[in-house]
């Protein structure tokens, strides 16, 4: 009963590097959000997939960031020439049905670390 | 004004005490209300929620809400220091599926 997973758990990169990101949701969730957590602060909402389809991406930076969830494999969150504003905690979530949205379960996150 | 407002802590208490974490919000659009647990350098684990109005109770765990006041609250009794962590409050609308609004988060320590 494998909970919701992202890898790599930690990721160093340099400014300018790509920074790709990947969550596997929870066994028969078909439904992913990604959210980052600054220091000191909540966690924000990024953008909200289906598979194949983008719901929702009223809370990612219009430059350098995109999101995917394709029909095969885990979602991608994808953030190019990163900076030192980048560096942050990224969780992705995961609920069941879009009934069951707020019932999101969350993964233990990607923290990111731009030098 | 603030979407959420939750106060940042730490709180400090000794085991065995009743604990009181605290949310104001200010969008009448919210009708589910989440308590998220997260230990350090952990993802979020939903403790509990609540759909409008009334009180929810989980072994040590009460989840109350107060729409008229936009007001919850989590209440742990018996607290252990298995409890220490931060506690997020999260929001969660009516209608078509959309994202959750957090809290900052109240840090909590259970001391011996």
């Known amino acids: 009963n494998a909970g919701v997973m992202q890898n790599p758990r930690h990721l160093v990169r340099r400014r300018g590097q790509e920074a790709r990101l990947r969550c596997s949701p929870m066994?028969?969730?078909?439904?992913v959000y990604w959210y980052r957590q600054l220091p000191e602060e909540g966690l924000k909402f990024m953008v909200y997939?289906?598979?194949?389809?983008?719901?929702?991406e009223s809370g990612m930076p219009k430059e350098r960031f995109s999101a995917e969830f394709p029909k095969e494999g885990p979602s991608i969150l994808r953030i190019q020439q990163v900076v030192r504003g980048d560096s942050a905690a990224y969780f992705c979530?995961?609920?069941?049905?879009?009934?069951?949205?707020?019932?999101?379960?969350f993964g233990p996150g990607t923290r990111l670390t731009v030098t | 004004q603030k979407e959420v407002e939750q106060d940042p802590g730490p709180l400090s208490v000794p085991e065995g005490a009743i604990v009181s974490l605290n949310c104001t919000y200010s969008?009448?659009?919210?009708?589910?209300f989440m308590w998220y647990r997260q230990y350090s350098r952990k993802g979020p684990e939903l403790l509990m929620y609540t759909y409008s109005s009334g009180n929810k109770e989980d072994g040590r765990f009460t989840a109350q809400v107060d729409k008229s006041s936009k007001y919850i609250s989590l209440f742990i009794r018996d607290s252990q220091p298995s409890d220490s962590a931060t506690y997020l409050c999260a929001f969660y609308p009516s209608g078509t599926a959309s994202k959750l609004t957090f809290g900052t988060g109240t840090r909590l320590q259970v001391t011996l």
């Open positions: 997939l289906q598979k194949e389809n983008i719901i929702d």
């Open positions: 969008n009448s659009a919210f009708q589910y």
């Open positions: 979530a995961s609920s069941q049905l879009a009934d069951t949205a707020h019932e999101q379960y």
């Open positions: 066994k028969g969730h078909s439904h």
